[in-house]
């Protein structure tokens, strides 16, 4: 069946600039997970839905940063005025049980 | 700062060999561990995983052991074969439901 899908694959923008990653969870996975990946690193978790609601954000690194699942299954990670830093690729996965997390491919952004 | 030209821990085998990947976790809280397995441009994939009421667990060429006392755990695959080079990271779960991961090793496997 279909895995966690993510787009675009690559996004370069310029410093400033806003954008927005989508993740497309596996279907009837409830839960989603949005991850950052710095070169030569682990994940490091910025949010987590279960439904419609995040029931975890404490990982976003700054008010810069938003995501909405308004409808329980595709999420959108949102970033406002973005900075050299922000560069990485972010990392989505879904669960159906909050054991096994399922991961998509990533989205490498590139903020020049 | 950034963390410019961070260099991974690297294990070099030997086709057919056994190889052992070690992790330290962080919080004696932790309830749960996985490790997973990350290609060049992919996201990470899920090898095998335990609960800390496990000190064991085997899969299909990989076992996983977790020993509580220090904080350990490892990942021995059997028989290691080229398509398992890969950076492995383990993860732990210890408040609710995301998981923070670990450094990462990069396996290298000669033929």
């Known amino acids: 069946g279909a895995g966690v899908s993510q787009t675009p694959s ?3 923008t310029e410093k400033g600039k806003y954008v927005e990653l989508r993740c497309d969870p596996i279907s009837g996975h409830t839960a989603l997970y949005w991850y950052r990946q710095s070169l030569g690193q682990g994940p490091e978790f910025l949010i987590y839905f279960q439904g419609t609601g995040a029931a975890d954000d404490s ?6 940063f938003f995501a909405v699942r ?5 999420s959108t990670l949102k970033i ?3 900075e050299r830093g922000d560069s990485a690729v972010y990392l989505c996965a879904s669960s159906s049980d909050g054991n096994e997390q399922f991961f998509g491919p990533g989205t490498r952004l590139t903020v020049l | 700062g950034e963390n410019v030209g961070l260099h991974l821990p690297t294990l070099s085998v030997q086709e057919g060999d056994n190889s052992i990947i070690n ?4 919080n004696s809280a932790s309830d749960y561990f996985i490790w997973y397995k990350q290609e060049s441009g992919k996201g990470p994939q899920f090898i095998i995983d335990i609960r800390s009421n496990m000190d064991k ?3 299909q060429r990989v076992t996983v052991l977790l ?5 350990h755990l490892s990942l021995q695959i059997a028989a290691t074969q080229p398509g398992d080079s890969a950076v492995y990271f383990c993860a732990e779960r210890n408040q609710g439901e995301k998981l923070i991961f670990g450094q ?3 396996l290298s496997v000669k033929p």
Do not use: F, H, I
């Open chain 1, 10 to 12: 690559n996004k370069v």
């Open chain 1, 59 to 64: 990982g976003l690194p700054n008010d810069r």
């Open chain 1, 70 to 74: 308004p409808e329980g299954s595709v």
């Open chain 1, 80 to 82: 406002q005025r973005t």
């Open chain 2, 23 to 26: 992790c330290a976790y962080s």
């Open chain 2, 57 to 59: 667990r085997q899969g």
């Open chain 2, 67 to 71: 020993n509580k006392t220090v904080k």
């Open chain 2, 104 to 106: 990462g090793t990069e």
